[in-house]
């Protein structure tokens, strides 16, 4: 079983939201609860950018980057065991390849090199 499964890309005008979803049903019950998702994203050319990642065991500890505090929310869902990512207010430069991620280390946050098992990404296009 693919251990994360992105879904929720596509094209929308810049303002607009978006949500992206991430089934990890795939992951261990253990890596699941006691590991940290998050969510990536990369465009051509450019590096691979965090967005927000949470850890949460009974008590959500999320964590965004600057770029979208106040436009993207994170959310995990430990019934269903998926993560969410609201994005709003989208502009063009939010333009990318979005990757869902997870690090078996809870406090990673943002460090991408400590996330070690990765989606396919779903591509979501902002146009102005």
């Known amino acids: 079983q693919v251990p994360l499964v992105e879904s929720g890309g596509g094209s929308v005008r810049a303002g607009e939201s978006l949500n992206l979803s991430c089934d990890a049903s795939?992951?261990?019950?253990?890596s699941f609860w006691g590991g940290r998702l998050g969510w990536f994203r990369q465009s051509p050319g450019r590096e691979?950018?965090?967005?927000?990642?949470?850890?949460?065991?009974?008590?959500?500890?999320?964590t965004s980057a600057d770029s979208v505090k106040g436009r993207f929310t994170i959310s995990k869902d430990n019934t269903k065991k998926t993560v969410t990512l609201q994005m709003t207010r989208l502009p063009p430069a939010a333009t990318a390849m979005y990757f869902c991620?997870?690090?078996?280390?809870?406090?990673?946050?943002?460090?991408?090199?400590?996330?070690?098992?990765w989606g396919q990404g779903p591509q979501v296009t902002v146009s102005s």
């Open positions: 795939g992951l261990s019950d253990n």
């Open positions: 991620a997870h690090s078996s280390r809870p406090w990673a946050h943002l460090q991408a090199d400590t996330y070690t098992t």
């Open positions: 691979r950018q965090a967005v927000a990642s949470i850890f949460d065991a009974g008590t959500p500890y999320p």
